[in-house]
Each structure stands twice: as structure tokens, then as C-alpha cells.
């Protein structure tokens, strides 16, 4: 009997939420990580973008991940975890402390994706002017942009950051790799 794309996803599903229930209560962290990732694959797979499901599923893969220093598995699914990058962004790590933003950030840079995922193009361009030791209205003359919307970039950078001060949003790029 074959059985449709559908009844295979869903036989998949029902196996993988097996070996996570068995892998939570055994405490097996490194199946932890291969069973949320490959939950995440499926669920893509079936386009069933729950956005809530796949968050925190990858929030508990990181936050594994960052606590037993485990890589491989985030290696093998670079393909899923790159397509929920591009797909969710920043959302991604909705609830993410800040070792778990910087093991993220490390994962990010061994599979080589894209890590201006913190911070938008435009809020890169402001860091590296910051970076300078430009004022806002220095700044915004150089981008050619207004000195509110600078003023706005620099407010995000904080926040993406989870700094409070210029200093500290350089200190911390240059940290994390996003600023030399």
C-alpha cells in the first residue's frame, strides 16, 4: 500500500513526537535537538508555518545546544534552519537570552548564513558609522537620511543588542562577529 506525501509527513510526525517524549524524559539532549530541528524540517515540509510550534521548538534546540556546547545537529539541518531565517527572521528568537542569541549567532557563522539577521542592512550602515565615532547628524548627512530615522536605527540596534549606549552596541557587534 503507498501511502501519500501527506500520510508519510504525518507517520513521520507521530514517530518524531515519540522520540521527543522519550528523548524529555530520558534528558538525551542531543536527540532533543535532532528531534526538534527534524520536527521543524516536517513541518515546513507540510507548510504548516506555526509560527509559535517552530519557535519555541528551535528556542529549546538552542537553548540545548548552548548548554551542552552540541553543533552537529544544527549542522546537519542547515538548510531548514537557513529557510526559517529567511522565513521568520528576528521573530526566530523571540524569547532568546542573551548566551542563547550568541550561540545562535555562532551557529549562524559555522554554517556560514547570513548574520546580519540581527540587524537590518540600513541599522548595519548606522553601526558602522557609530562605529566612527559619527553624530546622529553626521550620520544621517553620510546615509542620507533623516536624523529621526537615524535616531530610530540606533534605538533598534539597542534593543537587538540588548545594550543601552553607542559604546556598548559597538562593544558587543564586534563580540558577536557583526562588527570588526
Not at 548548554?67 to 532568546?96: H, Q, T, V
Given at each position: 500500500m ?22 524529555r ?24 508555518l ?7 521548538l528551535?528556542?529549546e ?8 556546547e552540541?553543533?552537529?545537529?544544527f ?27 550568541h ?5 549562524l557563522?559555522?554554517?556560514e548564513?547570513?548574520?546580519?539577521t ?33 535616531k ?15 559604546v ?9 562577529g557583526?562588527?570588526?
Amino acid at each position: 500500500m503507498l501511502l501519500s506525501a501527506r500520510d508519510q509527513n504525518q507517520q513521520a510526525m507521530e514517530v518524531t513526537n515519540h522520540l521527543l517524549e522519550i528523548s524529555r524524559k530520558e534528558r538525551i539532549y542531543l536527540r532533543i535537538i535532532g528531534a526538534d530541528l527534524l520536527k521543524i524540517e516536517l513541518l515546513l515540509k507540510a507548510q504548516s508555518l506555526n509560527k509559535r510550534m517552530i519557535r519555541d521548538l528551535y528556542h529549546e534546540a538552542i537553548h540545548y545546544g548552548n548548554e551542552y556546547e552540541i553543533l552537529n545537529e544544527f549542522f546537519i539541518y542547515r538548510k531548514e534552519i537557513d529557510r526559517l531565517i529567511k522565513e521568520m527572521g528576528n521573530e526566530l528568537m523571540e524569547n532568546f537570552d542573551t548566551e542563547e542569541r550568541h550561540f545562535h549567532q555562532k551557529i549562524l557563522r559555522l554554517l556560514e548564513l547570513d548574520e546580519v539577521t540581527i540587524l537590518s542592512h540600513r541599522e548595519m550602515d548606522v553601526l558602522n558609522e557609530l562605529a566612527l565615532g559619527l553624530t546622529n547628524k553626521e550620520i544621517s548627512a553620510k546615509l542620507y537620511i533623516s536624523v529621526a530615522t537615524t535616531k530610530t536605527h540606533i534605538l533598534n540596534i539597542y534593543r537587538k543588542l540588548e545594550v543601552n549606549s553607542r559604546v556598548q552596541a559597538i562593544e558587543e557587534a564586534r563580540r558577536i562577529g557583526i562588527l570588526d
